[in-house]
């Protein structure tokens, strides 16, 4: 049986991580949080669960207006080929969460550990991220060491990278 919310929330306190966590509305993919996101201080995260060819899995959490090269994020993240996003059952049976509620806490569920989770550099930067606690209905703030402090607890030891964006279109009125 997969972890709950509550869960979730009592071993954060358990491991003594500072974490306040807010009710809304079920949100489904970044635009659909703009009223969520404008209520709650922090920054705020997407999730992308990814696989390559070989079968490895990755979660890559990034700042919600991050812009990645998925062309290139393979080269970045030490994946064996390009990736392609993994299905829903993949994600529910191995995270334990269903699309629209992807988030780094999962990995609470992925035991062992199968799943390689990376970082967005940019997030540490910030005093407070936002996840969800397993469901879209919820939204967690908590320090981003604390957030690491939580994936190491789960043995899940995350990269911290700076993600490829992607490339920039050509200024066509420069002439160049």
Known sequence: MKTTPEAILARLSALGIPHETH?????????????VKAAIAGAHTKNLFLKDRKGSLFLVTAKDDTQID???????????????????????????VEPGSVTP???????PASVRVILDERLMG?????????????TTG?????????????????????LPAPPSEPDMRSGD
């Open 105 to 111: 806490l999962g990995a609470v569920n992925d035991v």
């Open 70 to 96: 998925l062309k290139r994020l393979h080269e970045t993240i030490g994946a064996a080929s390009r990736l392609s996003f993994g299905s829903a059952e993949l994600l529910v049976s191995v995270w334990g």
């Open 142 to 162: 908590l320090a981003p060491s604390d957030l690491v402090a939580f994936l190491v607890a789960t043995g899940h030891e995350p990269a911290i990278l700076a």
């Open 126 to 138: 910030f005093e407070r991220v936002n996840v969800h606690p397993l469901v879209n209905t919820m």
């Open 23 to 35: 009710r809304h509305e079920a949100v489904f993919t970044v635009a659909q949080s703009a009223p």
